[in-house]
């Protein structure tokens, strides 16, 4: 069964510190595979998404994230976090057609001073 | 920005009754979409759209239906309400064809509470 997962539900970062959220999938065939974030009381925001090619991404914001295809990963990172990104990340993967979007439950983020 | 409006952004209404979440878009994407978001379960897809005359169910349908009126505007309605469609609603849109890259290009979301 096609699935995505974000193992921690919610992390806690002191500001300026790196951040790395993670992301498992199974998926039959090749996966398009993205992260979105959600701040409060708005809508989904595209970060990055990897189709092919260099399996490191980089994305808006700073962000970039990893490709493992031997680990069935796609883990989000940033060097330095700032108080702005205190928000809920989304894992999510898509067939080739595009259409088929599975997302994971999401990691919140809280940014501590 | 693909420009996706929801109406409307809040509502709270009684079990039984009928309700309608409208989205419209603006730059003329060919797909549309509806998800449902609940705490701790991600999105889950409702219903979406290809064009006007393709309308295909997705992993939550039951209990929703859906009408696109035309090719910017995509409804979800609830013909009975229940308490366990309380939930925040998105809609959502993307390309197809060779400027398909599956990104999805969401509306500020729906928040529905049902009593």
């Known amino acids: 069964a096609q699935s995505v997962t974000q193992p921690d539900i919610h992390i806690t970062v002191s500001e300026g510190a790196s951040l790395e959220l993670r992301c498992n999938y199974s998926?039959?065939?090749?996966?398009?595979l993205f992260w979105y974030v959600q701040s409060p009381g708005q809508g989904l925001q595209l970060l990055l998404k990897y189709f092919s090619g260099d399996t490191l991404v980089q994305g808006i914001k700073g962000f970039e994230a990893e490709f493992k295809r031997s680990q069935s990963s796609f883990n989000l990172r940033k060097p330095s976090v700032h108080w702005s990104d205190a928000a809920e990340y989304f894992c999510?993967?898509?067939?080739?057609?595009?259409?088929?979007?599975?997302f994971g439950a999401g990691t919140r983020l809280f940014v501590k001073a | 920005d693909a420009d996706v409006t929801q109406t409307p952004r809040n509502r709270i209404t009684k079990t039984g009754k009928r309700i309608m979440l409208e989205c419209s878009q603006t730059k003329g994407h060919d797909r549309m979409y509806w998800y449902r978001q609940d705490p701790g379960l991600g999105l889950r897809l409702i219903y979406y759209?290809?064009?006007?005359?393709?309308?295909n169910k997705g992993e939550i349908s039951d209990g929703y239906s859906v009408s696109r009126q035309a090719q910017a505007k995509f409804s979800l309605s609830l013909e009975s309400a229940i308490p366990n469609q309380t939930a925040l609603y998105f809609c959502?849109?993307?390309?197809?064809?060779?400027?398909?890259?599956?990104?999805?290009?969401f509306g500020e979301g729906s928040r529905l509470t049902v009593l």
């Open positions: 759209s290809f064009d006007v005359k393709d309308i």
């Open positions: 999510a993967v898509s067939n080739t057609g595009g259409f088929k979007t599975i």
């Open positions: 959502a849109v993307s390309n197809r064809g060779t400027t398909n890259t599956g990104e999805l290009f």
């Open positions: 998926y039959g065939a090749t996966p398009y």
